[in-house]
């Protein structure tokens, strides 16, 4: 595996692969890397010739009394995984490389009304920096296809949105969510769950699939099913973010005619933010 710290460093190698007619996949991650994102990277590998990878903790995506300062940062073991993954090309580029006229003064990639809902009532200006530097990443590896994981549903919508709405030349492929034993969706912020949490985190998962199962069973009460699965959360010691049943495609809300339906919820532990989704087709 070559690693790039600079953008021309990583430009220069893969214009030449694209003369031979290389296929490049892509796989934008912030590093602390778990299975979830080692199985993006074996899923890029079966359908390009070339496999980039890029870890950057993105400034721009934290709030500001969000984790940017204190998120893991595991470079050697996240080199590790990915050279045994099948990665071909490393992207680690520093915040001047990437930001090099400041964040304050940076142009912006915005994706209106979708970024306003969800994760992003709670993290104001979230979406804004994750459409901003993905889209950068974008224009610096130019990949034929990028892979993003389902387990940040949202993410996944408003990137393809912005793909849609921007015509950019590149395939969203998206990747199923990797889980735990016991069900918990993978994420790098698992690890800040506590020993005394992490047997109860599942009631998340369980209660998204309570909703699912009473869907496809006809009920129709979304608010009634939100209101019950999230005092389900509270009682196992939890605080709510959202439970909020959604149109797939859109994420308007779930209206009594939808097909295709994510029941989507966030929920905060002592020193974690945990989300999950699930999507019915009826
Ligand atoms: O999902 C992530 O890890 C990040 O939001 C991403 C897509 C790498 C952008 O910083």
Not at 7 to 13: F, H
Not at 205 to 234: M, Q, Y
Not at 250 to 275: H, K, N, P, S, Y
Request: aromatic share 8%; net charge negative.
């Amino acid at each position: 595996m070559k690693v790039f710290h600079t953008v021309a460093g990583l430009r220069e190698s893969l214009n030449k692969d694209r003369r031979e007619g290389l296929r490049v996949g892509f796989v934008p991650t912030m590093g602390n890397l778990h299975d979830g994102h080692l199985a993006l990277i074996k899923q890029a590998a079966e359908s390009n010739d070339i496999v980039v990878c890029s870890i950057f903790v993105n400034a721009l995506q934290f709030g500001l009394n969000e984790d940017w300062d204190k998120y893991p940062r595991t470079y050697e073991t996240d080199c590790e995984k990915l050279r045994n993954a099948g990665c071909n090309y490393l992207f680690h580029p520093d915040d001047i490389e990437m930001y090099p006229n400041g964040l304050d003064t940076q142009s912006r990639v915005i994706c209106p009304t979708m970024t306003d809902v969800l994760c992003g009532a709670s993290r104001p200006g979230h979406f804004e920096g994750v459409t901003t530097v993905v889209s950068k990443l974008f224009n610096i590896v130019q990949p034929d296809e990028a892979i993003f994981g389902i387990k940040d549903y949202q993410q996944l919508a408003v990137i393809r949105r912005m793909a849609e709405d921007l015509c950019l030349a590149v395939q969203i492929t998206s990747a199923p969510i990797h889980r735990e034993a016991d069900g918990l969706a993978m994420s790098s912020r698992n690890s800040y769950i506590t020993a005394e949490e992490r047997p109860l985190v599942t009631v998340l998962k369980d209660s998204l699939e309570w909703i699912a199962a009473e869907i496809k069973a006809g009920n129709r009460r979304f608010d009634a099913l939100e209101n019950t699965a999230a005092a389900r959360i509270v009682a196992a010691g939890f605080k709510v973010d959202y439970i909020t049943l959604c149109n797939s495609k859109t994420l308007d809300l779930a209206a009594d005619d939808d097909l295709e339906i994510t029941v989507l919820g966030a929920m905060f532990t002592q020193a974690a933010r945990l989300i999950d989704n699930l999507s019915i087709t009826l």
